[in-house]
């Protein structure tokens, strides 16, 4: 698109990308062609835990507790759920594999951040409602 005279504002919003993903982008191709566009993403953390070893790992959080398989001394948290913090130990020490990202983790315990809905949980009494809304006329 850049090449063939778009405007940058309408390839921005096209692509929902910055100004600068765009210029990098036009530098990799001028630089690669489109060998320069291809992803350099491995997927799957680059491999760290096959397929196999990711539900093996699922498998003993379900049948295990953390204070089960990691001794009180190494253990993080002394609660009876997985942690974050315990997974990591427990993957490094069966596998010995450690991973930058604590979002990896959470797709190993399937945890998934949810927000909380924005609404109040407790209503005024009707009586102060009332008031509100007629202080609001005589206004």
């Known amino acids: ?24 982008w036009c530098r990799a191709y001028r630089q690669s062609g489109l060998d ?52 990591k130990i427990a993957v490094q020490q069966w596998y010995g594999v450690s991973y930058q990202s604590e979002t990896s983790y959470r797709h190993l315990l399937q945890f998934s951040q949810q927000k909380t809905a924005n609404r109040y949980r407790s209503r005024p009494n009707q009586l102060v409602v009332a008031d509100f809304e007629a202080r609001l006329e005589k206004k």
């Open 1 to 24: 698109m850049y090449g063939t005279g778009y405007a940058v504002d309408k390839i921005k919003e096209i692509t929902g990308c910055s100004w600068r993903s765009l210029m990098d």
């Open 36 to 87: 320069g566009l291809k992803s350099k993403w491995q997927g799957d953390n680059a491999l760290k835990l096959s397929r196999e070893q990711r539900r093996e790992v699922k498998e003993k959080l379900h049948q295990y507790r953390p204070n089960q398989v990691l001794s009180p001394d190494v253990r993080i948290s002394q609660g009876e759920f997985w942690t974050i913090s315990d997974l």
